[in-house]
């Protein structure tokens, strides 16, 4: 096999199976070292998220069933379940996915921008451990070159298809930058963190945490590595009127943001607008605000239909980046071809040096003395070089119509 990938995703299995492919880094690099001083393939890269675990393979020498108990020593996954789950693409479809990959048309959600970064990092282990060389670094970054086409001429990365960045782009959308601008967030859940994170990333600086449990709020802040404040729930009716932009998700049975406690910091606030982006079910913010001038009230519904629109938008640019894809795959294939001639080739020429070396040795040691060494070098190079050219050239035509069977007793001829 040439280029090879094996791997178990979000489309081959549940949560709960990619869980247990996962390599965590340090058994990644103990695969790599185990690779390389087994020699299991010519190269290999490992790629491993929450969503896909995949390996990547030029020349992998070892039986499919074989490498799944390998995997399963790296992993908590069993040989059977790995085989069972598992998909396999080979040569220039194994290109073509690689680039799928690096331009997340293959992730989970569609464009995602991370999985390029992923992809870097394992490439730059593998390159640590000696195991990505001439096809997989070339595969790899032509991977990343149509990633960042397909991000320049197409709008698969333009939209937000997470309700919690859609929740930023939206208070981006409101406002005009959000650097200056102070963000009261209800609630240190997983959805909350995410849109921390995401506003940190737009440059908000101003940032109040309120959680049923402080604690817990702290411990997001830490997580985070900002300044900021954590607060009670019981304190919301003083945090409002310093709050810009609210973003509530907790798991409360009813509203915490009241329409008198609203009123009440509008009234502080001197009328400056406030928006309110209410992320949970039951609501944390009391529907009857959106009658209160200058407030702007959006719920998970609102931000559910934004996603799905954006999803759409991103699926028809999807169409468009496959273009880009298959240009880069055009340029693998040539890439391809070309580095194997020149392998064919310069073991030839190898040959041939070593053949004319020892001949002018031989030659030299029978002539008396007289003589120009310099000039029976010359000679000797130039009658190798025209002897090579129409052997050369008939290798090439030979690479080129794939007639590997041709190739390989050519090259037999030439003990290479």
Same mark, same amino acid.
């Given at each position: 096999?040439?280029?090879?990938?094996?791997?178990?995703?979000?489309?081959?299995?549940?949560?709960?199976?990619?869980?247990?492919?996962?390599?965590?880094?340090?058994?990644?690099?103990?695969?790599?070292?185990?690779?390389?001083?087994? *020699?299991?393939?010519?190269?290999?890269?490992?790629?491993?998220?929450?969503?896909? /675990?995949? &390996?990547?393979?030029? #020349?992998?020498? @070892? $039986?499919?069933?074989?490498?799944?108990?390998?995997?399963?020593?790296?992993?908590?996954?069993?040989?059977? !379940?790995?085989?069972?789950?598992?998909?396999?693409?080979?040569?220039?479809?194994?290109?073509?996915?690689?680039?799928?990959?690096?331009?997340?048309?293959?992730?989970?959600?569609?464009?995602?921008?991370?999985?390029?970064?992923?992809?870097?990092?394992?490439?730059?282990?593998?390159?640590?451990?000696?195991?990505? #060389?001439?096809?997989?670094?070339?595969?790899?970054? @032509?991977?990343?070159?149509?990633?960042?086409?397909? *991000? /320049?001429?197409?709008?698969?990365?333009? &939209?937000?298809?997470?309700?919690? &960045?859609?929740?930023? #782009?939206?208070?981006?959308?409101? &406002?005009?930058?959000?650097?200056?601008?102070?963000?009261?967030?209800?609630?240190?859940?997983?959805?909350?963190?995410?849109?921390?994170?995401?506003?940190?990333?737009?440059?908000?600086?101003?940032? !109040?945490?309120?959680?049923? *449990?402080?604690?817990?709020?702290?411990?997001?802040?830490?997580?985070?590595?900002?300044?900021?404040?954590?607060?009670?729930?019981?304190?919301?009716?003083?945090?409002?009127?310093?709050?810009?932009?609210?973003?509530?998700?907790?798991?409360?049975?009813?509203?915490?943001?009241?329409?008198?406690?609203?009123?009440?910091?509008?009234?502080?606030?001197?009328?400056?607008?406030?928006?309110?982006?209410?992320?949970?079910? $039951?609501?944390?913010?009391?529907?009857?605000?959106?009658?209160?001038?200058?407030?702007?009230?959006?719920?998970?519904?609102?931000?559910?239909?934004?996603?799905?629109?954006?999803?759409?938008?991103?699926?028809?640019?999807a169409v468009a980046a496959g273009k880009y894809v298959d240009k880069?795959?055009? *340029?693998?294939?040539?890439?391809?071809?070309?580095?194997?001639?020149?392998?064919?080739?310069?073991?030839?020429?190898?040959?041939?040096?070593?053949?004319?070396?020892?001949?002018?040795?031989?030659?030299?040691?029978?002539?008396?003395?007289?003589?120009?060494?310099?000039?029976?070098?010359?000679?000797?190079?130039?009658?190798?070089?025209?002897?090579?050219?129409?052997?050369?050239?008939?290798? +090439?035509?030979?690479?080129?119509?794939?007639?590997?069977? +041709?190739?390989?007793?050519?090259?037999?001829?030439?003990?290479?």
């Amino acid at each position: 096999m040439s280029l090879l990938v094996l791997g178990i995703g979000h489309k081959t299995a549940s949560v709960d199976i990619r869980e247990r492919a996962t390599l965590v880094p340090e058994n990644i690099k103990a695969f790599l070292a185990m690779a390389k001083t087994c *020699r299991i393939a010519s190269e290999v890269v490992v790629l491993s998220t929450c969503n896909r /675990t995949e &390996f990547y393979f030029y #020349q992998l020498t @070892m $039986p499919i069933e074989e490498f799944c108990e390998v995997w399963a020593n790296y992993s908590e996954l069993d040989a059977k !379940t790995a085989k069972a789950h598992m998909y396999q693409i080979e040569g220039d479809e194994a290109a073509r996915y690689i680039f799928r990959v690096a331009a997340g048309l293959e992730s989970l959600i569609l464009g995602e921008p991370q999985i390029m970064g992923q992809l870097k990092d394992s490439l730059s282990i593998a390159t640590e451990y000696g195991t990505a #060389q001439k096809y997989l670094q070339r595969a790899l970054q @032509m991977s990343f070159n149509v990633a960042k086409e397909i *991000r /320049t001429e197409t709008n698969i990365g333009a &939209f937000a298809v997470s309700v919690a &960045f859609s929740a930023v #782009q939206l208070a981006k959308n409101i &406002f005009d930058g959000l650097e200056n601008h102070h963000v009261l967030l209800v609630g240190a859940g997983e959805t909350i963190e995410l849109v921390a994170r995401h506003l940190i990333e737009a440059g908000v600086k101003n940032i !109040t945490i309120a959680n049923r *449990r402080v604690e817990r709020a702290k411990l997001m802040i830490d997580d985070l590595g900002i300044e900021a404040d954590a607060h009670s729930l019981e304190d919301l009716a003083q945090l409002l009127p310093k709050a810009d932009i609210v973003v509530a998700s907790t798991a409360a049975q009813e509203a915490l943001i009241t329409k008198e406690m609203t009123k009440s910091a509008l009234k502080l606030r001197k009328n400056r607008p406030m928006l309110m982006i209410d992320l949970a079910v $039951p609501r944390d913010i009391s529907p009857e605000l959106d009658k209160l001038s200058n407030i702007y009230l959006y719920t998970v519904d609102n931000l559910n239909e934004i996603v799905e629109d954006n999803q759409r938008a991103r699926e028809e640019a999807a169409v468009a980046a496959g273009k880009y894809v298959d240009k880069g795959l055009e *340029r693998w294939i040539e890439w391809y071809k070309l580095s194997e001639v020149g392998s064919s080739i310069q073991a030839m020429v190898n040959y041939a040096e070593v053949e004319k070396e020892e001949a002018v040795h031989r030659l030299l040691n029978q002539l008396d003395g007289s003589y120009d060494a310099v000039l029976i070098e010359k000679m000797a190079t130039q009658l190798a070089n025209r002897l090579l050219h129409p052997m050369i050239e008939h290798l +090439k035509s030979l690479e080129e119509a794939e007639e590997k069977v +041709k190739v390989t007793e050519l090259l037999a001829q030439f003990k290479v």
